[in-house]
């Protein structure tokens, strides 16, 4: 393949990729309707929270979320409350601690706001994977990981349009070395604004690649 066909291919990925990650899309498309969600879902559970009222409802909750946050009821494969339970173990946080035992205690906590306060994290954490799994989607759809010259020639096409936003030190770097970092580079220029900013205004030691790039940024 020609050099010029190479470069054709790269540019229409960066333009495809660059459309699907913008920010106005990816809110319409998870944060309002999840949110929306969010605020509609109702329960009876008692106050304290009892076990079982507790199961009960994040798992009303989490199907709810599913079928008319994300009309995707389909993607609850399974038992919902286990699923309920296993994104509250790797994901809550609290001054409990971490995962499913500190969002039961949460749940009992009345003058702190009591299962409500789970439930909008919960909430949170849903929107939060569901976007994590479309952006790494869009690039695993647009980009064959098999095809070096395309990869070498968008990272290239990178460190051309976006040099004035990476430090100098991954200006230094050949195309062919941040070809497994083009996710990265893409998503925190497009669709983060805070870490841009970051960025530009930085003060302190140079960013290493490993803190630019981290995949859990996602």
């Not at 699923?83 to 001054?95: G, P, R």
């Not at 409990?96 to 789970?118: C, H, K, L, P, W």
């Not at 695993?140 to 395309?150: C, E, F, M, Q």
Request: net charge negative; with cysteine.
């Amino acid at each position: 393949m020609e050099i010029s066909d190479i470069r054709k291919r790269a540019e229409e990925k960066v333009e495809a990729i660059t459309a699907k990650l913008d920010q106005t899309l990816i809110k319409h498309r998870f944060d309002e309707p999840i949110d929306k969600a969010v605020r509609q879902f109702t329960h009876k559970a008692g106050c304290p929270v009892t076990h079982n009222q507790f199961h009960k409802v994040i798992t009303e909750f989490v199907v709810h979320i599913y079928d008319k946050g994300l009309n995707a009821r389909w993607m609850l494969s399974g038992e919902p409350l286990g699923q309920a339970i296993n994104l509250l173990e790797k994901h809550y946080n609290s001054t409990f601690g971490r995962g499913y035992t500190a969002a039961a205690m949460d749940a009992s906590e009345i003058q702190e706001g009591g299962i409500d306060v789970v439930l909008n994290q919960l909430g949170g954490i849903i929107k939060d994977i569901e976007r994590q799994k479309y952006v790494k989607g869009v690039f695993s759809i647009n980009i064959d990981p098999t095809d070096w010259h395309l990869k070498c020639e968008i990272a290239n096409i990178l460190l051309e349009d976006y040099k004035h936003f990476l430090p100098k030190h991954l200006l230094e770097c050949e195309p062919w070395e941040l070809v497994n970092q083009i996710p990265a580079i893409m998503y925190r220029y497009i669709c983060s604004d805070s870490a841009l900013l970051e960025i530009l205004s930085y003060q302190g030691n140079p960013l290493s690649t490993g803190d630019l790039f981290s995949v859990g940024s996602f």
